[in-house]
């Protein structure tokens, strides 16, 4: 029992590591522009197409075809802010985030004539075996999913923090106009958050992908549930986007594990409303999530 327990929190943690990782990206394009990207699902799933074509079709190692990957999805990310977004700079937030759902539509259908009803892999860079963690046996991919959402999150962090462009993305994140008042390219640091959030994308993607089941079209659907861990978190928080990723990934999971032993009267796939439940929960308790930043409006 034990070791069922661990290995379904590891289960948890490489699921919740994958939300963070698309959490992240939402949160960098709305403190960027103060818009909800609701492309994220599509942009992931493109990502994971475009790893399976250059790690199975082309051939390429598969590092050197995720990293490829990631940079033509970098490239779309910017295309797309560049033609459908930059249009709307000054307009409503609101007004900006249903362009990006005309943006998911379209995107969505390009993938699905892309990879079709047929299910895909990306490759099998980790297989199906196990390691011993603790004394546990845990799935590879799973280990995979935590170290590789990790070190990429802790990347951009670092990117953030230390960098002239990630100075300049927060200096625009702050205030625009300040920015635009200091010689930074406002426009610039735009771009450069889709794309960074494309390509945060496409790495989940990847991840998503290499599970047992491989991936279709309809399977960009799970990067929604990235919406409950922005939220939970904070719009604005990537701190809280990886702390409420990994909670609602541990929650997700040991609801599948439990649920049908102890409370079979709910019903079947009780684990996809988790993460709802949670934000509603949170919601409730703090509007502006676990560490976002609360909004003071004086009248």
């Known amino acids: 029992m034990t070791e069922l327990i661990s290995s379904g929190l590891v289960r948890g943690l490489g699921i919740g590591s994958t939300y963070a990782l698309l959490a992240v990206g939402f949160v960098i394009i709305y403190r960027a522009t103060g818009v909800i990207n609701f492309a994220q699902p599509a942009l992931m799933i493109l990502g994971a197409y475009a790893t399976s074509v250059l790690a199975t079709g082309a051939g390429l190692p598969f590092p050197v075809a995720v990293l490829a990957a990631m940079a033509v999805l970098a490239a ?84 953030l923090a230390r960098s002239r462009l990630g100075l300049a993305m927060r200096a625009t994140s702050m205030d625009q106009e300040v920015a635009l008042a200091q010689g930074v390219d406002v426009g610039r640091m735009f771009s450069l958050a889709w794309g960074i959030s494309a390509a945060l994308a496409a790495l989940a993607g990847m991840l998503i992908g290499t599970s047992a089941g491989g991936f279709e079209a309809i399977t960009a659907l799970v990067a929604l549930k990235a919406l409950p861990v922005v939220i939970v978190g904070g719009l604005d928080s990537i701190k809280g986007a990886v702390y409420a990723g990994l909670l609602i990934g541990v929650a997700e999971a040991l609801t599948r594990l439990y649920q049908p032993r102890y409370a079979e009267w709910l019903g079947a796939n009780v684990d996809v409303v988790v993460p709802y439940v949670i934000m509603i929960v949170v919601l409730v308790v703090r509007p502006y999530g676990l560490f976002g930043t609360r909004e003071v409006e004086r009248v």
Not at 85 to 98: E, I, K, Y
Not at 129 to 155: C, P, T, Y
């Open 76 to 159: 779309v990310g910017m295309a797309t802010e560049r033609v459908a977004l930059r249009p709307m700079v000054g307009r409503q937030p609101f007004a900006a985030a249903m362009v990006t759902v005309g943006v998911l539509t379209v995107l969505f259908v390009v993938a699905h004539r892309l990879i079709g009803t047929q299910v895909r892999t990306v490759g099998d860079p980790w297989g199906l075996q196990r390691a011993e963690l603790f004394g546990v046996s845990v799935a590879q991919v799973d280990l995979a999913k935590i170290v590789v959402s990790m070190v990429a999150i802790g990347a951009v962090g670092l990117f």
